[in-house]
């Protein structure tokens, strides 16, 4: 019977501290909430309910979606421009050094163009990385 006693002691106290920990976690949660603060003046601004803060949410989320994916385009687009441009330098590369039909280029003027689109094609590559994956 002691043995009860003392049981039914403890789980009202277990159960008064339960409920005072809920409380007390209940009233930080108002004190951090916008819509539970207390308004300084009529002019400030509306409480926010929950579903607006979800509605801000997705649209945070949507628009880093979509930044993604428009870099993932960007980045798409720039490396078959810069792999077409590479292509036709290795086309004149192959009818310079064979000198097939009329195709002929003084070797100051190849060299020339073949080291200044080789310089654009890593600059262009590095603008784009720096521009598109900035540092945070």
Same mark, same amino acid.
């Given at each position: ?16 501290? *339960? ?52 870099? +993932? ?11 077409? +441009? ?18 002929? *280029?003084? +070797?100051?003027?190849?060299? *020339? ?24």
């Amino acid at each position: 019977m002691v043995d009860r006693q003392r049981e039914r002691a403890a789980t009202k106290r277990a159960v008064k501290q *339960l409920q005072q920990t809920i409380s007390e976690a209940r009233a930080e949660l108002r004190a951090d909430d916008v819509q539970f603060a207390p308004h300084s003046s009529p002019t400030s601004l509306p409480p926010v309910t929950l579903d607006e803060k979800i509605r801000r949410q997705q649209i945070e989320n949507d628009n880093i979606e979509k930044d993604q994916r428009l870099k +993932e385009t960007t980045l798409r687009i720039l490396f078959y421009f810069l792999t077409a +441009e590479t292509i036709v330098i290795f086309t004149l590369a192959f009818f310079q050094g064979f000198q097939t039909g009329e195709f002929h *280029l003084e +070797e100051w003027s190849f060299r *020339l163009v073949i080291a200044g689109t080789l310089s654009q094609i890593a600059a262009m590559l590095i603008i784009a990385v720096k521009n598109l994956f900035p540092s945070k």
